[in-house]
């Protein structure tokens, strides 16, 4: 695994509305809360034992189809690989 540092601070700098429906934005911040919080290391220790092994599969799936849908390689790379 790759050393490059990753970062979670929108999820503890965000003072908005978090909640879905009522505008692009708020989605769009409300988004970015709700996976930073879900990757929150003790969060993912306790959730990931208990996911069932199609679940594990359908999130990897999704994941790996936004991937290939919204980033060219060398963003994949440098963004989600941190290379």
Known sequence: MNSGNHTHNFVNQYQGLVGFGLDRETDEKS???????????EFLKTLIPRLKDNEIEAILELISRLLKTH???????????KE
């Open 31 to 41: 988004l970015m809360v709700y996976l930073q919080k879900f990757s929150d290391d």
């Open 71 to 81: 980033f060219r390689e060398n963003e994949y790379h440098r963004l989600f690989l």
